[in-house]
C-alpha cells in the first residue's frame, strides 16, 4: 500500500502544516521560486514513486500564480512516478466563471478542470463550489465539501445566544444555503444585492440588505431595508 506525502503550495503553508501534525505526519519537502521572467519554478526535494500524493493550494491571493504553482507540482509528481496525486483546492479558481453569461464570455471554470487533468491531477477536493454542476466538468472524481456543519458547530459552541442570531448571505444565491442551516433555520434572514449604480468606485460598492421575516428585535435592525456601504 503506498504511503500518504502531503506538499503544500504557497497559499496556505500555516494551515498545511497544521494538517500535517493533525494527522501525524511530515509536510514533502518542496521548493517553489520564480524565475527572474516571473516563471514558476518547483522542485520535489523527495522521493514520491509509487506514493500517494495530497497537494493542498487554494485560488486565493494571487491566483494566476497559486494556480500554476498547483498545476506545475501536480505535474511533477505525477511523472516523478507517484501512484496517485489529489489536489485540495480550498479556493477553486475561476469557479464564478462557470457559464456564458455574455456573447463570447469563456467558461474559465471549465478550463481550469482541463488543466488540472492535463497536469495529472487523479483526484480534486474542494470546498463550497460557487455551483455544484462545476463538479461535472471534470474527468476525474470530485469531493466538493461543505462548511457549513463546522461553521455551525463553532457558532453552536462559542456563541453563548446562538438562538437568536441573524443569518446574513452576501447575495442571493448564498441565501439558498439557509435551507442547510437545520437547528437554526428560523433565525431571521437576510441576503445583500448590490446597487448597480454605486459600481462606478472599484473601492466602494453599495448594497441593500433585505429582510425575508419581520425581524423581533428592534435593537438589531429596526428596518427591513438598510443601506450599507463596503
Request: glycine share 6%; hydrophobic share 40%.
Amino acid at each position: 500500500m503506498p504511503n500518504v506525502v502531503l506538499f503544500s503550495g504557497s497559499s496556505h503553508q500555516d494551515l498545511s502544516q497544521r494538517v500535517a501534525d493533525q494527522l501525524g505526519l511530515e509536510l514533502g519537502k518542496v521548493v517553489t521560486k520564480k524565475f527572474s521572467n516571473q516563471e514558476t519554478s518547483v522542485e520535489i526535494s523527495e522521493s514520491v514513486r509509487g506514493e500517494d500524493v495530497y497537494i493542498i493550494q487554494s485560488g486565493c491571493g494571487e491566483i494566476n500564480d497559486n494556480l500554476m504553482e498547483l498545476l506545475v507540482m501536480i505535474n511533477a509528481c505525477k511523472i516523478a512516478s507517484s501512484s496517485r496525486v489529489t489536489a485540495i483546492i480550498l479556493c477553486f479558481p475561476y469557479a464564478r466563471q462557470d457559464k456564458k453569461d455574455k456573447s463570447r464570455a469563456p467558461i474559465s471554470a471549465k478550463l481550469v478542470a482541463n488543466m488540472l487533468w492535463v497536469a495529472g491531477a487523479d483526484h480534486i477536493i474542494t470546498m463550497d463550489l460557487h455551483a455544484s454542476q462545476i463538479q461535472g466538468f471534470f474527468d476525474t472524481p470530485v469531493e466538493n465539501l461543505y462548511a457549513e456543519p463546522a461553521v455551525l458547530q463553532w457558532i453552536r459552541e462559542n456563541v453563548a445566544e446562538w438562538r437568536n442570531c441573524i443569518i446574513v448571505s452576501p447575495d442571493a444565491g448564498g441565501a439558498k444555503r439557509h435551507k442547510a442551516m437545520g437547528w437554526i433555520s428560523s433565525a431571521p434572514h437576510f441576503f445583500l444585492f448590490q446597487d448597480p449604480g454605486r459600481r462606478s468606485s472599484p473601492h466602494l460598492g453599495c448594497a441593500v440588505l433585505m429582510a425575508k421575516q419581520k425581524l423581533k428585535w428592534p435593537s438589531q435592525i429596526k428596518k427591513s431595508h438598510l443601506k450599507l456601504q463596503t
